[in-house]
């Protein structure tokens, strides 16, 4: 199968974050298994999502992962001109959803499986694809406990986000936080007799806005755009008429955190506050809904030196936005992103790929293998 037959299949699978995924695991793992490659399921404890990992060449011996998500967001924005789970070829673009984000990177893993298991390997490399990355990276965490069991350490990891196959060595941290206020409703021509939920809500907003304000300031990392963390509200839902007093309100928070800055840290003066609501006689519920890890790899570094070869290009020093990059920095594994499409395209009706971007994902993964039989 060409890298566009296999593209072809994988986008008419609607694996849409926080879904069951079985039928994209099940897809991927036939081609994998029907090329002889040893394939492992790793149910997470939704019940009804995996991870799947497999190997090629000796497992216990330190070689190289190629991750990727099998998640696509929601495709319900009314601007498609065709079926988003259906590729279309348009010239050299091919539109579907997931097509940059990131079914194109596993297409082009699983294309090169002939090349890469044409000779023994000396240096293993490993598939590592998660489910429900678009919800805040929730179904890496339940694959990086198994990897002890599953490989010796690798010497790196290529996350596989649309990068214009140029390499990306830092990135952003994030945290999120859904925070819902209650109080006591009523008629809004006696609001002495209940407690007004959205009023209440203000006090956590307003911190909001100040930590907002207070972040510009530093600390600051010139790499990042912007160079500094950032905090914001991103939706906020209370309310059922005007003339009646609001006894629920929910706000969603998120945080951005340059490298060396815990995310979560930078939502406490908001959790603070609204704690504090409940001696005013609210119930208040936080509930952190997201988090993982900035990532951060030297210039220098072995894998870092290792995709400039395999590009042709000097990676670049860092983007704001967040990947499971961190998550395996922070288990000690090396790791870098580097993988076909542009995330402009990402998220947005008419997402597509390039077929020149696909056959060069692919070319490079089999470049990899040849460097893995020396």
């Known amino acids: ?155 790196g990891v290529i996350v596989g986000e649309p990068s214009g196959l140029r390499a990306i060595r830092a990135h952003k941290g994030k945290a999120a936080a859904r925070l819902t206020v209650r109080g006591r409703s009523g008629h809004s021509s006696r609001p002495d007799q209940g407690l007004n939920a959205i009023h209440a809500m203000a006090d956590a907003l307003t911190a909001a806005v100040t930590q907002a304000g207070r972040l510009t300031q530093g600390p600051l990392d010139s790499v990042f755009e912007p160079p500094y963390s950032s905090l914001q509200v991103g939706t906020i839902q209370g309310g059922l008429a005007v003339n009646i007093i609001p006894d629920a309100c929910t706000a969603e928070f998120e945080a951005r955190a340059i490298a060396g800055v815990d995310p979560t840290t930078l939502l406490e003066p908001v959790r603070e506050a609204a704690v504090r609501l409940e001696e005013r006689g609210f119930a208040v519920d936080w509930t952190q809904t997201s988090t993982y890890p900035a990532l951060f790899l030297a210039a220098r570094s072995p894998l870092a030196r290792l995709l400039e070869e395999l590009t042709g290009q000097e990676p670049l020093a860092a983007v704001s936005y967040g990947t499971e990059a961190g998550l395996y920095q922070t288990a000690g594994i090396d790791a870098i992103i580097c993988g076909p499409g542009d995330i402009a395209r990402a998220h947005r009706p008419n997402e597509h790929i390039l077929v020149e971007e696909l056959n060069a994902c692919q070319s490079m993964i089999e470049a990899l293998g040849q460097r893995c039989r020396l």
């Open 1 to 155: 199968m060409t890298v566009i037959d296999i593209l072809k299949d994988l986008i008419a699978i609607p694996s849409v974050v926080g879904t069951p995924n079985d039928a994209i695991v099940d897809g991927i793992r036939g081609v994998l298994e029907g090329a002889g490659v040893r394939v492992r399921v790793l149910p997470g404890p939704e019940g009804d999502r995996f991870n799947l990992f497999a190997t090629i060449g000796p497992a216990m011996v330190p070689g190289y992962v190629l991750s990727g998500h099998m998640d696509v967001v929601p495709a319900s924005e009314p601007d498609w001109t065709s079926d988003p789970f259906q590729l279309r070829a348009d010239g050299n673009r091919l539109y579907g959803r997931g097509t940059s984000d990131m079914k194109g990177f596993i297409a082009a893993a699983l294309a090169a499986l002939p090349a890469l298991t044409a000779a023994p390997l000396a240096r293993p490399i490993h598939f590592a694809f998660t489910y429900d990355e678009e919800a805040g990276c929730q179904g890496a965490p339940h694959l990086l406990p198994h990897l002890p069991d599953l490989c010796a350490p690798p010497l």
